[in-house]
């Protein structure tokens, strides 16, 4: 009796499995996209704004400006190279560093007020 109650359930229920519709192919892309777009949105697309300006930055780097680097050294840029700068960080005390460390460009000024 339980085995003809078994071959009773198990068949139906593969048969209600068979009869449900697959889903289309375009309503399961559809969240896949909506997560590509929300990383878009909120992550790559700020950090290649902020790596714009951060080129932008670097290609602007003159004579006589006061830079901050990622190490947090306050210098004067006294030459500047193509891919190098040198910066007098005190009296007879200058280094080399690469232009893509420098994090940003302070006001003229900034160097004598912080000293």
Do not use: C, Y
């Not at 048969?15 to 309503?27: G, Y």
């Amino acid at each position: 009796m339980l085995e003809s109650l078994m071959n009773w359930i198990i068949p139906s229920a593969m048969a209600q499995a068979a009869a449900q519709p697959q889903p289309s192919l375009l309503s399961s892309i559809i969240p896949l996209l909506i997560i590509i777009l929300i990383f878009w949105l909120l992550i790559i697309r700020p950090q290649m704004k902020r790596n714009k300006q951060h080129r932008e930055l670097i290609a602007e780097i003159g004579v006589g400006d006061e830079v901050v680097t990622a190490g947090g050294l306050l210098g004067k840029v006294t030459q500047v190279g193509d891919s190098f700068i040198s910066v007098q960080l005190a009296d007879q005390v200058t280094v080399q560093l690469q232009k893509q460390s420098v994090s940003q460009v302070v006001p003229k000024g900034t160097l004598d007020s912080a000293g």
